[in-house]
């Protein structure tokens, strides 16, 4: 069983669904020929899919074209259903940083075939996950800076106020659908920049001043 682990050095708790936040920054969508949605749009990755910082991330056979995508991670604490987003932000236990590894050959063939993503963006290594810094350090989720770097050249940095949908409104739309449970880690989407990478890349991704992670990209 994979675990959530905690900068604090507090005790982990089980990880139990990762939902994924698709298209969240109007630049994303913009570089992906897109538009931000109405409502969030949402995908699963396998909790065995994640890694801890320092694993390598494997490239499947498959793809000729695997692509970063830094993103700020959200550690639910207290499930639930139903959550409004006036009191969403309670029910998180931790913030952190991950990457939703992408197969973009694969799922430009799937949006284009009407198929769903869950082989592009659900394969082995496909999610690098950063210790959480506990919820109380963090007064407000929407003030916050994620940024990528490769072979320490930085692709992508944003502030997460630019985010279309905040971490509360994803929790209330989560909880309006799904349960939500203690130790379901919500990624929610990447800002522009997202590229390929290649065997050898060495990938830090970071929540500024507060975690980051390092993964080195190897062939299969
Ligand atoms: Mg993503």
Known sequence: MKHATFTDGSSPIPLNTLFCVGQNYAEHAKEMGSTVADTPVIFFKPV????????????????????????????????????????????????????????????????????????????HTSAPLSPFVPAARVPDPQALEISLAVNGALRQRTSTATMNFSVAVLIEYLSSVFSLESGDVIYTGTPEGVAAVTAGDELAAELHGLVSITHRIVAR
């Open 48 to 123: 065995n899919a994640v890694v801890t910082d320092g694993a390598p991330v494997i490239i499947p056979a498959i793809t000729t074209s695997l692509h970063h995508e830094v993103e700020l991670t959200v550690l639910i604490g207290t499930g639930g259903r139903d959550i409004p987003r006036s009191s969403a932000l309670s029910h998180v236990a931790g913030y952190g940083v991950g990457l939703d590894m992408t197969m973009r050959d694969v799922q430009s063939a799937a949006k284009k075939a009407g198929m769903p993503w869950a082989t592009a963006k659900g394969f």
